[in-house]
Each structure stands twice: as structure tokens, then as C-alpha cells.
């Protein structure tokens, strides 16, 4: 169990009618609120709440300094958005790495009144690292769309809803992302760059997809997620609870796929939370074969297919179990056996 777990909870239901009402924000919160309560020890929890009218940009950013900013070595530190997401028109400073032009953002309660702003995904990243430089372990968990479209597919005829609002096309103002973090380093003729950090991220979907909320006003991603721990006990790895989820949402909404991203190597197979795992994590033989890394791994254990996906790999040594040898990617997946790109140099021979 982490020393301290510090943790953020935002939910919106109450936006402005020209942003779009929803309803189930405020029920995720409270489940996710309810789970921490009743499975860590209070003593070692500190939960801070935004809803609706509290939950303005400026609250929203001085909670992250000032309350997940607490965290150290061996604390978790806990951000979770339930509301609107939405795309806005970058800086043009972004274009360069970012061609489509779009940041994908956090839609406050008062984002889209005049001089408002959405939380970017640029500035979400700057706050993370600010959490992050004290080295606890960090996860960020959004249940919101981020994606353009206003498509709703199949789901639609399930009553389910999209949890997304109008794009803004206006470009926005370098100076205004985060206290003009990057109209600084522009002004410094310092290289724009978006800050990575240790992190894990659990998405309630693909960027091009809707996070939704179903009829019975709550998430279909955290009401799922939740409900996953609390049949489990808890007691699971991130890459376990990620094939749970995936599994389970699929089951609610046809155009739906949860997304965990594990950032500068965060370990994926450690518990969700800092909370031990109460089984032994799967591990699988990789070794060198026709001139190309193979591991003995594929679609049958969960390895998405999709040519557009890859999968980070942690490698260890076959003879020292507990060194990290390094990280690879997956270049081609089969039934049960997968290609990959190592991203270190290796002998050949090493398994």
C-alpha cells in the first residue's frame, strides 16, 4: 500500500446549456470516491473533491499544484476527470509537431465563456511533471471524448450519450497555455517541447473515439472500471485491469476501446494504485529467430492487432529475472507469437 494517496476527483454535470448538459459525471466521482474510501486505510487518504461550479480551470490547475503536488517517493498521487471533452485550434508554434493542428482538451465549467480556455492536453503534461519531479507514482484517469467527431454510431441507439462538445476553431494564444509556459521558451529561443514524465494514463477511449455515459447516469469507462476493482478486490496489475476493462466496456458500447499508456517507463505491472498484486504477473519467452526478435505472445493473450497499435514490452534477462534489460515495441502480432524492435543493442543468444 502507498504511504499517502493523494487524489483529485473533478466531475462535471451543470455546463452552460451552449456547452451541453451531462449527467452521469457526478455519479463517477462519487463511485470512484466510494472505492477509495472503502479500500484504503483513511489515515493514509486525502481526497479532494471539485464538482460542477467548483470546478473552474483555475481551481481545477491550483488543486493540482497544491494537493497532488504533496505526493513524494512512495505516495500515488490520483487525477480524475469525468465531464466534456473537446478540440481546440493549437498555437500555430504547435503545427510543427502536431500537423493536425488541434489541442484535445479538458472542458471546465468555465472554459467556454468569454476569455475561457479548455485545460489542454499541452498543459495537462506540465502539470503531471510538476507531480512527477517528486517521484511518486502518478496515474491520470479521463473519462471524456477526445475526438472532433460528433458521430455516435451504434451506440446512439443504446441510449448511450457522447461526452463531447463543439470544437473551437479560433487559435489560441501561445501566452495563454499555463501561466505562458511555452511563450517563455519561445521567448528564450529555447526548443518547444511538451514535458514527459513517469505517468500512467487510463482513457476512456481511443482519440478518435466518444467516451460514454449510459441512461442510468454514469460513465460507461469508470462505472466499469470501478465495478472491475470491486469484483477483483482491487489487488490488480494495470495490464490486468486494462484487458478487464477493454473486455467488459466492449460489451456496453460497440465503438468504444479503453486506452492505458504507460509513460517513460512506468511499470505497467505494478498494482493499481501502488496496491500490491495478489497474483504473480504473466511473463513471456523472447528471444532472437530468423533474424528478427520474437516473443511468444500474440492476439490469443491480448496483444492487439490492429496494424496502427504497438505494444511497449519490458525486457528482463532470462538469468536475472529482476534486471531490466530494457524496452521493445511490437512490429507484427500473430495468434501467438509477435515480432518486435528492441530499443537497446543485445546479443543475439540472450533470451
Given at each position: ?10 466531475g ?23 472505492y ?9 487518504l486525502a481526497?479532494?473533491v ?5 470546478a ?77 519531479k ?5 496515474a ?16 446512439a ?100 476501446n479503453?486506452q ?33 526478435w520474437?516473443?511468444e ?6 496483444v ?8 511497449a ?39
Amino acid at each position: 500500500m502507498p504511504s499517502q494517496l493523494y487524489a483529485l476527483l473533478v466531475g462535471i454535470n451543470d455546463y452552460p446549456p451552449e456547452v451541453g448538459k451531462l449527467a452521469g459525471c457526478l455519479n463517477d466521482v462519487d463511485h470512484l470516491h466510494s472505492y477509495l474510501t472503502g479500500s484504503f486505510d483513511k489515515a493514509n487518504l486525502a481526497v479532494e473533491v471539485l464538482k460542477d461550479s467548483d470546478a473552474t480551470r483555475t481551481n481545477v490547475i491550483k488543486q493540482f499544484r497544491s494537493h497532488l503536488g504533496k505526493a513524494r517517493e512512495g505516495d500515488v498521487a490520483l487525477f480524475h476527470y469525468c465531464g466534456h471533452g473537446a478540440r481546440w485550434a493549437s498555437a500555430r508554434a504547435f503545427r510543427e509537431f502536431y500537423p493536425d493542428g488541434k489541442d484535445e482538451g479538458l472542458v471546465c465549467i468555465d472554459s467556454r465563456r468569454h476569455g475561457g480556455f479548455d485545460l489542454a492536453d499541452k498543459e495537462l503534461a506540465i502539470l503531471i511533471s510538476e507531480v512527477a519531479k517528486n517521484d511518486p507514482h502518478v496515474a491520470v484517469i479521463l473519462d471524456c471524448c477526445h475526438s472532433g467527431s460528433g458521430t455516435r454510431g451504434a451506440d446512439a441507439f443504446r441510449g448511450l450519450r457522447a461526452r463531447l462538445t463543439d470544437e473551437v476553431l479560433d487559435e489560441r494564444p501561445l501566452d495563454s497555455y499555463l501561466d505562458g509556459y511555452y511563450a517563455r521558451l519561445q521567448q528564450k529561443n529555447q526548443e518547444l517541447f511538451i514535458p514527459s514524465s513517469k505517468h500512467i494514463l487510463l482513457a476512456a477511449c481511443e482519440r478518435t473515439q466518444l467516451a460514454q455515459e449510459s441512461p442510468d447516469r454514469s460513465g460507461v469507462f469508470t462505472s466499469t472500471l470501478v465495478e472491475v476493482l470491486n469484483k477483483s478486490g482491487g489487488d490488480l496489475t494495470y495490464a490486468d485491469l486494462f484487458l478487464r476493462c477493454r473486455a467488459a466496456v466492449r460489451t456496453r458500447a460497440d465503438n468504444q476501446n479503453p486506452q492505458f499508456e504507460a509513460h517513460d517507463n512506468f511499470n505497467s505491472g505494478s498494482g493499481f494504485l501502488g496496491r500490491k498484486a495478489s497474483f504473480i504477473r504473466h511473463r513471456y519467452s523472447v528471444y532472437f529467430d530468423k533474424g528478427i526478435w520474437t516473443m511468444e505472445c500474440g492476439a490469443i493473450h491480448g496483444v492487439p492487432t490492429e496494424p496502427q497499435k504497438t505494444v511497449a514490452l519490458a525486457l528482463y534477462p532470462e538469468d536475472d529475472q529482476a534486471r531490466l534489460a530494457g524496452t521493445a515495441t511490437t512490429v507484427q502480432v500473430g495468434p501467438q507469437k509477435s515480432k518486435l524492435q528492441l530499443s537497446f543493442e543485445s546479443d543475439e543468444s540472450t533470451r
